[in-house]
């Protein structure tokens, strides 16, 4: 199973993006999907995650802006970016894993660039 992010771009501090991660099988191949962040001269770091059961998890810094979800007919795990911040500029990368039997899978990246 690959996983193919989307969906970044150019917006102003205080606009929205949606993000989009797509798995080429099902989406449930994964215990969780993560959206992680980098951007340069930083460690990257988790956003938000969320389970094969929809239980979810926000990074402090993007609570009440960001909302994680997933679309299982759709094998696609959302990242709907809100209120954004010159700070939330980054390289998103969406993250599959499963426990037993270990995968891991990372996307490519897509940007996101905040002006203020």
């Known amino acids: 199973v690959q996983l193919q992010a989307s969906g970044g771009g150019l917006v102003q501090a205080g606009g929205s993006l949606r993000l989009s991660c797509a798995a080429s099988g099902s989406i449930r191949s994964f215990n969780t999907v993560g959206w992680y962040r980098q951007a340069p001269r930083k460690l990257r770091e988790l956003v938000a995650a969320?389970?094969?059961?929809?239980?979810?998890n926000y990074a402090d810094s993007v609570k009440g802006r960001f909302t994680i979800s997933r679309d299982n007919a759709k094998n696609t795990v959302y990242l709907q970016m809100n209120s954004l911040k010159p700070e939330d500029a980054a390289a998103y990368y969406c993250?599959?894993?499963?426990?037993?039997?270990?995968?891991?899978?990372w996307g490519q990246g897509t940007l996101v660039t905040v002006s203020s």
């Open positions: 993250n599959g894993h499963r426990v037993v039997p270990y995968l891991e899978v």
């Open positions: 969320i389970t094969i059961g929809g239980s979810t």
